[in-house]
């Protein structure tokens, strides 16, 4: 099938491998005008629109890429604006190869490549914070009820943002000094700039949103306080307690979690140091455990800190790597060396107590598990070492216990995060609404800010309800 479009996507600008290991700077410099026209013109504008469908927020992706390509920015903008609040964290960070793209009508067929629809929005997004009108939102009178968020990670921010405009007066409460969960973080800065969340953040403020900061929830604000002073809650604390491997010498000097390890260099500006005086262990070997986009996060942060050696050591083969091929590309381009099918069984220290190495074994795969991806099994015999100044754990994480803790009467699952309904995210008590992580487990950006999408609508309607029935 011969079509009257270019067959292969716009490449991307980014910087040089050789370059970018030097610095914290976006790695994806993005497309020009004259490029994201050239690549929105590649769109079929399918009728049944197979990318709107695989797109967790529904975005009308047809709509704002054909208004590219007729240039009408501004129009763009105000379509894509209307279905997320997050266009810039989303272009950046969603896994759109496994979603919209995943599903595009131009990459199924044979020679041809989906178009580069999340590179589209980031475009977008960044366009109209440079050159758009500065035109502020209107902001519906907040008269249709009081909601309290907890966590101001994407879910947060989605659903406080999606009740703003439906009327709502919205509180979000975070724990931490600095507003936007995960996305500050949890994720480098090479990849998702701290800039760009603290601009979308300060645009659902426009909506009239007010965020606390440095609230722990069960803590300092009281779940009987929230009760009695709004009209539902939503919770959305993600899921940042770390999990550990266990094996021995995991408390060594030197073996971290990769929340910890991003965290310090995120939210600590530890990759700033000695400007901010917050500087994180200096390594010369690294070994990182695990295969997700945590593990890819962690690594290559670990060579713009100045380590000379970075090993990823993951315990199935490449075929099976849960992380965005863009993240393991970019990762194997910046000197990034994978142990596939290996996996540790101990950590060695010295008289000091500090890492040394990590003892690993090879692995083999065998029938399928629960997850559906074949089980990896010891090789017996096939121990060997890796030197290691520094080990890096990225092997998943579990819901944060502060609150959870504090909020007896809320419905855990036999996992321990909550217990919501996965289309309105109602929880019980009934006046309580959840989703993100704190909800399915770890999981992406743009399935926590879908759960958020869902549960704006079903808060809308369990408030209007109760209040027309005089409760």
């Given at each position: 099938m011969a079509l009257d479009i270019a067959p292969k996507r716009l490449p991307v600008p980014e910087q040089s491998a050789e370059e970018r290991i030097k610095n914290f700077n976006d790695v994806v410099i993005g497309y020009s005008i004259e490029e994201a026209v050239a690549e929105s013109a590649r769109c079929l504008q399918c009728k049944n629109a197979p990318c709107i469908k695989g797109c967790p927020v529904s975005i009308d992706i047809p709509g704002f890429l054909k208004a590219i390509k007729e240039k009408d920015l501004e129009k763009s903008w105000d379509i894509i604006s209307q279905y997320t609040n997050l266009p810039a964290v989303c272009g950046r960070v969603c896994p759109q190869e496994k979603q919209c793209e995943g599903v595009c009508t131009v990459g199924r067929i044979k020679g041809y490549e989906p178009v580069s629809i999340g590179k589209m929005e980031r475009f977008i997004a960044d366009w109209k914070a440079e050159h758009g009108s500065k035109v502020a939102p209107k902001v519906p009178e907040q008269t249709k009820g009081n909601v309290a968020v907890v966590g101001s990670g994407p879910s947060s921010l989605t659903?406080?943002?999606?009740?703003a405009k439906m009327g709502y007066k919205v509180t979000v409460y975070e724990a931490l000094h600095a507003a936007g969960g995960v996305l500050m973080y949890g994720i480098p800065e090479f990849r998702l700039p701290k800039a760009i969340v603290r601009r979308e953040i300060d645009n659902i403020k426009a909506l009239g949103v007010k965020i606390e900061t440095n609230v722990a929830v069960g803590r300092s604000v009281t779940i009987e306080e929230l009760q009695s002073h709004f009209d539902a809650v939503y919770i959305a604390?993600?899921?940042?307690?770390?999990?550990?491997?266990?094996?021995?010498?995991?408390?060594?000097?030197?073996?971290?979690?990769?929340?910890?390890?991003?965290?310090?260099?995120?939210?600590?500006?530890?990759?700033?140091?000695?400007?901010?005086?917050?500087?994180t262990k200096e390594s010369e070997k690294v070994v990182v455990v695990g295969g997700g986009n945590v593990a890819m996060d962690a690594a290559r942060s670990a060579l713009r800190l100045g380590a000379k050696s970075v090993q990823v050591v993951y315990r199935r083969s490449l075929e099976e790597l849960p992380a965005r091929i863009e993240e393991y590309h970019h990762a194997v381009e910046e000197g990034v060396i994978f142990n596939w099918l290996t996996n540790p069984v101990e950590y060695v220290g010295s008289e000091t107590g500090n890492i040394v190495g990590v003892k690993c074994i090879r692995m083999e795969l065998g029938e399928p598990d629960a997850s559906g991806r074949r089980r990896p099994q010891e090789i017996k015999g096939s121990e060997f070492t890796i030197?290691?100044?520094?080990?890096?754990?990225?092997?998943?994480?579990?819901?944060?216990?502060?609150?959870?803790?504090?909020?007896?009467?809320?419905?855990l699952n036999k996992k321990g995060y909550i217990d919501a309904d996965p289309e309105t995210g109602q929880a019980d008590p009934e006046w309580v609404f959840a989703g993100g992580d704190i909800v399915t487990g770890a999981a992406t950006v743009i399935l926590a800010m879908g759960a958020g999408k869902k549960a704006a609508e079903a808060i809308d309607k369990y408030i209007t309800e109760k209040k027309a029935a005089g409760k």
């Open positions: 659903v406080a943002g999606d009740l604390t993600g899921a940042g307690t770390p999990h550990f491997m266990g094996v021995p010498g995991t408390s060594l000097n030197g073996v971290y979690s990769a929340s910890e390890y991003l965290t310090r260099i995120n939210l600590m500006h530890g990759y700033e140091f000695p400007k901010y005086d917050t500087p030197e290691a100044d520094t080990i890096i754990e990225a092997i998943g994480q579990g819901p944060n216990k502060v609150l959870l803790s504090a909020f007896q009467e809320l419905k």
